[in-house]
């Protein structure tokens, strides 16, 4: 079983959203030094890298990060290819292109592309909130893409976010795959346990169906 890792290395070097913490890896115990074992800390925000969004991330009365239901993380799921486009727009969500019955779809876009640039990108395809709005009417439970926000960069209202995450959806973000072709899949995503958490970083694979 072939497996793809579609998950941001965390480093200091890595993009983060413009306004989120920065990523600090400080060691503060190493064997070179006499110590008994290497131990470092770590600080970032909730939504550094590969992250998940419960709905809680926008909807104060929203379930929170720890307590998604395990049966939404992983599963099967649609990768779906929307290239050189700005946004994602409803007529790239039709029922030819995502089939009814699909619960999980990861969008891969010219996204993938940036994360080999040196700087955070404003520019990164968005997915449209009427686009979002068809896909929840179709019972979808996860929608991945393939950078750090599914909304426009400083969006007016954050639609697509309030659409989603109003809806009980959750919002799989900081995604690669660039090295991912389109198809179904088996989903595997587990965000950190934090405890009332608005997001969490997360590892997620794709493994290769039979």
């Known amino acids: 079983m072939k497996i793809h890792d579609i998950s941001i290395a965390i480093s200091p070097s890595m993009h983060v959203y413009s306004g989120d913490p920065g990523v600090e890896i400080v ?5 070179t030094d006499g110590k008994g074992a290497n131990v470092s800390a770590i600080h970032m925000g909730t939504h550094t890298g590969t992250h998940v969004d ?18 939404t993380l992983i599963g099967e799921c649609l990768v779906c290819e929307v290239q050189d486009v700005p946004v ?26 940036l994360w ?5 990108r404003n520019d990164f395809t968005y997915l449209d909130s009427g686009a979002a709005e068809a896909l929840v009417d179709r019972g979808v439970k996860l929608i991945g893409i393939d ?6 960069f400083k969006s007016d209202g954050h639609r697509t976010h309030l659409k989603l995450l109003g809806s009980g959806v959750v919002v799989l973000e900081g995604l690669d795959l ?14 950190l346990k934090i405890q009332g958490g608005d ?10 169906r039979p």
């Open 147 to 152: 950078y750090l926000s599914i909304d426009q």
């Open 88 to 113: 994602i727009l409803r007529q790239h969500v039709t029922e030819e292109v995502i089939p009814l019955g699909t619960e999980r779809i990861l969008f891969k876009t010219r996204n993938s592309a």
């Open 54 to 71: 419960p709905p809680f991330h926008f909807v104060s009365s929203g379930v929170t990060v720890d307590c998604l239901p395990l049966e």
């Open 116 to 120: 080999q640039e040196k700087e955070f």
């Open 178 to 191: 660039s090295n991912v072709s389109v198809g179904t899949y088996t989903l595997v995503c587990l965000p």
């Open 27 to 31: 060691p503060v115990s190493r064997i």
């Open 199 to 208: 997001g969490a970083p997360a590892r997620a694979v794709l493994m290769e």
